[in-house]
């Protein structure tokens, strides 16, 4: 018989597994963290050690998301700032506000995201350049205007790292009437491996995750019409939608020093739609 002792040391092995996986002590802003997948990304960090900065428009929002992450009893602490990325003052005043809070950024995850849906004939002018400033220019210009907190804290063996949060549609030419909020996400996936070339010399990794269907606001229309929600999943490969756990995984290998040499790739997290073939053209 072979006994086996629960008090001994954890070996390095060990040690090493936790660390992969921890951001223990990081700085980390999450834009709309207070709702959606934001919200279950800002809940995963502060979980795994990180001190997570909660931002978008309706402050009151975020400090209520921050007051309930922190009753979790997470590791990290929590903080709540409103700011609307969708402006360059907005985008100027965050970054100010980030400042008064941390010397240093470990975590950038641009999350704030908006669409419209119309169809092609009738699509407003006016939703192109709304939709394109919250989820294109935002993380430019916020990568821009953080670079300073990003570079002091990142480290060669450490870097700093960037997760911009892309989509499906940015991947494959499908737009469903959101023709502005497809070509938005596409280019989010170009920028961040032209931005993890730009910054790897500067030890700041960027990295997109590309989530196919999870609940929240903007997936509302989907998961809360059951015929909807039934056809949906029944073409996941997988056969339902994304969930909180899912997204921790992804964001804590990309965090910890797991994903300290991981730069410029473009992470689906859709339960295999990324891979449906398209309908086949001869049967
Ligand atoms: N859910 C999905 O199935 C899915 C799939 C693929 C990709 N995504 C992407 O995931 C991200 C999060 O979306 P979600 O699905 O979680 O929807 P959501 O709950 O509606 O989250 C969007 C967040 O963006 C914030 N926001 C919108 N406009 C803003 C602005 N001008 N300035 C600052 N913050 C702003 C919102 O907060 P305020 O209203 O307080 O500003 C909100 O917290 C988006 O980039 C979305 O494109 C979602």
Redesign the pocket.
Known sequence: MTTVSTNAPAAPGQEDFVRLFSTLGKWALV?????????MIASALARSGANVII????ES??RQAAEEIAAEAPTGALFAIG?????KE?VADLCEKVAALTDGLDILVN?????WGAPFESFPYEAWQSVL???LT?PFALTQGLLPLLRRNAQPDDPARIIN?????GTQPIAEDAYS?AAS?AALHHLTRIMAHELAGSSITVNAI??????????AYVTQDEDRLDRVESKIPLGRL?NAADLAGLVHMLCGRGGAYMTGAILNLDGGLGIVPPASIFS
Do not use: H, L, Q, W
């Open positions: 834009t709309g963290g207070a709702t959606g997948i934001g919200r931002a978008s428009r309706k929002a975020c700011a609307d990325v969708g402006t907005g999350n704030s995201g908006k669409t400033s919250v989820n935002a949060i892309g989509s499906m549609v909020y996400k590309a989530p196919g269907v999870f609940e929240s606001r903007m997936s994304g």
